[in-house]
């Protein structure tokens, strides 16, 4: 029986397979500033799927996941149908971001109180959890732990605010050794039929963390960013107003950008790229 599509985002289309499960298919798709460029990324989809399916194998021991099998094409997963908290469970270690910009308003950063003279850049004393509602079009917003907890009840907010936590700081040491800073990331939490939380959407990809270079870091200033950084530095560069149409990327700005993918996703798992493409399963361990 052939999946069925039942939803497009900026960059997954998501089918579903029975009543239990869904294939999420990454596509190419690059989006910078909440719009979709018309120029895709070569074997970006991939690297998201095969990134989230390394770290949910190996973040499997703090919270399950949703993930089932990863095809053969390297780019659809087979997954549980969860159903998704209404926030976007972002965790920061580093001030970058919105949360600058909230810091230099008003020292807090979704209710966190930080301690004065902070620079851009800087490590955060502790990762704080700084929940954000999911917008439907535009950008999500970032709201305080007691929206947050209104929205999800006091109970579970606190479950997933630990296993966020948890799942950060574990991933941020691993990353750390290969080289990478994660300043920030997102994770997707999600209820199974038996009231679990679970790990959902993808987890730790350049699409929802912010990767810095370990070895150029340097507080006081923006970083190098191994995600999307090149494309947003060029689509600044062409005057465009930021609304739908975005500009055509050079091939050069495409070919730059799939090489920071690859080394983002060579870099983290320690597996040739090639190897994923010949066969998807070497990253679940």
């Excluded at 993930?67 to 209404?86: F, H, Q, T, V, W």
């Excluded at 107003?241 to 983002?264: C, I, N």
Aim: aromatic share 8%.
């Amino acid at each position: 029986m052939p999946e069925t599509h039942i939803a497009s985002g900026k960059v997954r289309e998501i089918y579903e397979i029975d009543e239990e499960r869904l294939l999420l298919v990454a596509s190419d798709r690059i989006s910078t500033f909440d719009v979709v460029l018309p120029t895709e990324i070569p074997d970006k989809g991939r690297v998201l799927t095969g990134l989230s399916g390394y770290w949910f194998t190996l973040l499997a021991p703090i919270v399950p996941n949703h993930m089932l099998a990863i095809r053969d094409d390297g780019r659809s997963m087979e997954c549980r149908r969860l159903e998704m908290l209404p926030i976007e469970c972002v965790v920061r270690g580093y001030l970058a971001g919105s949360g600058w910009k909230d810091y230099r308003a008003s020292g807090e950063v979704c209710g966190h109180r930080l301690p004065e003279g902070l620079q851009e850049s800087d490590k955060l004393p502790e990762p704080i959890f700084t929940p954000a509602t999911k917008a439907v079009e535009g950008h999500d917003e970032n709201i305080t732990r007691e929206q947050a907890a209104e929205l999800v009840g006091e109970e579970r907010f606190r479950e997933a605010e630990e296993v966020s936590l948890r799942l950060y700081k574990t991933a941020a040491d691993h990353a750390l050794r290969a080289g990478l800073i994660i300043a920030d990331t997102k994770f997707e939490l999600g209820i199974d039929t038996d009231g679990n939380l679970v790990l959902g959407d993808e987890a730790l990809t350049p699409d929802s963390s912010r990767f810095w270079p370990g070895d150029s870091y340097e507080p006081g200033r923006p970083q190098d960013s191994f995600d999307k950084q090149f494309v947003r530095d060029y689509c600044e560069t062409t005057g465009w107003d930021k609304t739908d149409p975005g500009p055509e990327l050079p091939d050069e700005v495409v070919q730059v950008t799939r090489k920071k993918y690859h080394e983002a996703f060579e870099r983290l798992t320690t597996i040739p790229f090639p190897a994923y493409l010949d066969d998807p399963t070497v990253v679940l361990g």
